[in-house]
């Protein structure tokens, strides 16, 4: 089909290329009418007072893609597990999240995409949090038709990457705290860390099944760490003694006690102390510095998500993190 521009009076009888939008301030924006809408004489009032003189109405046009296919064909590029397509609305299509998880992108297919030419794929940012319903990118061309062979032309140049989009769903993990410090262990004071850590571990699919409090003694903390690791954690937190003071040991018994240290310290901020390893059957071991306490978003809020998805971290990941890592 191609288009061609008529007056409103003119295109009574004919079909609509394109969804007309209507804006009510205050009120509502969006399709008023719908692609492939047959105008009648009623409507001529209201694509009148819609700012609508002239339209664009179908005929045959060989060779050229109307927007909404191409619009799929964009989504073809990113469709995956967990993700799902919205209806397309003024030319724009949508992939929606069907499961609670991280949303990965390829940036170099996404920045092949949008440098082709006349089309666009906007994602949110990689290693985001998205909950079910919400929408992990939205992609549409730039002119209401477009060539086949431009869009063919895409296809050749980015589809072996597809898909540009990935959801890794969060998985059930069992979690152990091991809190550490003398001052909460011979009652000085009450433990901070465990009620912010269970409120930020109730927005995912987790099951604490270890909680111990220890001195700092180094071989006190790697015992824990062992116990937590025999329960069958997935996930196990050390909060305290990260800093690099004489008293706090935290870092050197996640080290002992794990068979990979990822990194001790990151470019972020709140949480430049933080602390990561691996254990040598899987579970992830974080040392958790004091601003986990009292800052709304740390390093931990960032990493967190990418476990409870099975995403590895890498050191690179790490270093990565310092771009928007003044949080």
């Known amino acids: 089909m191609e288009m061609k521009i008529v007056t409103v009076e003119e295109a009574v009888g004919s079909r609509l290329c394109q969804d007309l939008t209507q804006i009510i301030p205050g009120e509502k924006k969006g399709p008023r009418f719908r692609k492939g ?65 991280v949303l990965t992108v390829d940036q170099e297919g996404l ?4 440098r082709f ?12 949090l998205l909950r079910v319903g919400e929408t ?25 990457r597809a898909p540009l989009l990935t959801l890794h769903p969060f998985t059930l993990k069992k979690v152990a705290i091991v809190t550490t410090g003398s001052e909460v262990f011979h009652g000085r004071i ?8 269970r409120q930020k571990l109730a927005a995912f699919p987790t099951e604490i099944v270890f909680h111990q409090v220890v001195d700092d003694q180094k071989a006190a903390i790697v015992a824990a ?13 050390c909060t305290g003694g990260m800093s690099v003071d004489a008293d706090d040991l935290t870092p050197g018994a996640i080290k002992e006690a794990a068979d990979r240290l990822v990194t001790y310290g990151t470019p972020v901020l709140p949480g430049a102390m933080f602390a990561l390893a691996y254990s040598a059957n899987g579970a992830a071991i974080m040392g958790l510095p004091g601003a986990v306490i009292f800052a709304a978003q740390t390093v931990f809020d960032l990493i967190l998500p990418r476990i409870m998805a099975d995403i590895p971290v890498t050191k690179v990941d790490i270093a990565r993190l310092g771009c928007g890592g003044l949080l």
């Open 117 to 128: 030419g006349e089309m666009m794929i906007a994602t949110k940012a990689d290693f985001s």
């Open 136 to 160: 992990a990118a939205g992609m549409r061309v730039i002119p209401l038709y477009i060539e086949k062979k431009q869009m063919d032309g895409l296809t050749a140049a980015v589809g072996s």
């Open 37 to 101: 809408h047959l105008v009648t004489p009623a409507d001529i009032p209201v694509l009148l007072s819609m700012g609508k003189a002239h339209l664009y109405v179908e005929e045959e046009q060989p060779g050229m893609l109307h927007e909404e296919d191409a619009a799929r064909i964009l989504y073809s590029l990113c469709a995956n597990d967990h993700l799902a397509p919205s209806e397309i609305k003024e030319g724009k299509i949508e992939a929606v999240a069907q499961a609670d998880g």
């Open 225 to 237: 760490i062992k116990k937590a690791q025999a329960a069958g954690a997935d996930i196990i937190l």
């Open 190 to 197: 009450k433990d901070g860390f465990e009620p912010v850590l």
């Open 111 to 114: 920045y092949q995409v949008n």
